[in-house]
């Protein structure tokens, strides 16, 4: 069964960057996505990429966050940019086709 662990969150400013990592418990070949959900809120998918490296975002993450992976390392990185308080959330990585286990998630908090 494949593992799921997310790492690099933590509380920063408003402005300021983070970059989070995922890594799996063996090779994923199949499109990933970091997900989030705040407090009272569903868990949403923000950003996704295929195995060959294209990628998709939502709009409220657009020119802010990118997303990547070491195929070779089974590691999936989320870059985030001027963050907003609004992008407080336990973040997520996941298959985006079909779902793993869910990881514990990272926390991140932007204060403002």
């Known amino acids: 069964q494949v593992q799921l662990v997310e790492s690099g969150g933590g509380l920063v400013q408003a402005g300021g960057s983070l970059r989070l990592s995922c890594t799996a418990s063996?090779?994923?070949?199949?499109?990933m996505g970091w997900y989030r959900q705040a407090p009272g809120k569903q868990r949403d998918l923000v950003a996704a990429?295929?195995?060959?490296?294209?990628?998709n975002y939502v709009d409220s993450v657009k020119g802010r966050f990118t997303i990547s992976r070491d195929n070779a390392k089974n590691t999936v990185y989320l870059q985030m940019n001027s963050l907003k308080p609004e992008d407080t959330a336990v973040y997520y990585c996941?298959?985006?086709?079909?779902?793993?286990?869910w990881g514990q998630g990272t926390q991140v908090t932007v204060s403002s």
């Open positions: 990429i295929t195995n060959s490296g294209n990628t």
């Open positions: 063996e090779s994923i070949f199949s499109a």
């Open positions: 996941n298959a985006v086709a079909y779902r793993i286990s």
